[in-house]
Nanobody, 117 residues
Framework: QVQLVKSGGGLVQPGGSLRLSCVASGIRFSLYSMGWYRQAPGKQRELVASIRSGDGSNYADFVKGRFTISRDSRKNTVYLQMNSLKTEDTAVYYC???????????WGQGTQVTVSS
């Protein structure tokens, strides 16, 4: 059974930082690209950042220079370090594991990030 278990999130003031973690089990972690998505109220889910097993990463323009995605294959964990948070970063954040070669995609439960003074 595939599980993506997240930790982190919560309430932070504008300009603050948070780190999200997502531990994957039930998959061969090295074969999956890991990603973070978010969905704000009334908006579609959007990609925030993704990282391949070879550490090649991709960021949405709206987080470049502020967020950093990383992965630790020893711990089957992907991280999202979020700095200089803005109110518009408020959303539910989701962890995703994807292997395009076998058309497999798994989602974790969302975690709320609220940026507010």
């Amino acid at each position: 059974q595939v599980q993506l278990v997240k930790s982190g999130g919560g309430l932070v003031q504008p300009g603050g930082s948070l780190r999200l973690s997502c531990v994957a089990s039930g998959i061969r972690f090295s074969l999956y690209s890991m990603g973070w998505y978010r969905q704000a109220p009334g908006k579609q889910r959007e990609l925030v950042a993704s990282i391949r097993s070879g550490d090649g990463s991709n960021y949405a323009d709206f987080v470049k220079g502020r967020f950093t995605i990383s992965r630790d294959s020893r711990k089957n964990t992907v991280y999202l370090q979020m700095n200089s948070l803005k109110t518009e970063d408020t959303a539910v954040y989701y962890c995703n594991a994807e292997n395009e070669y076998i058309s497999a995609s798994y989602w974790g439960q969302g975690t709320q990030v609220t940026v507010s003074s």
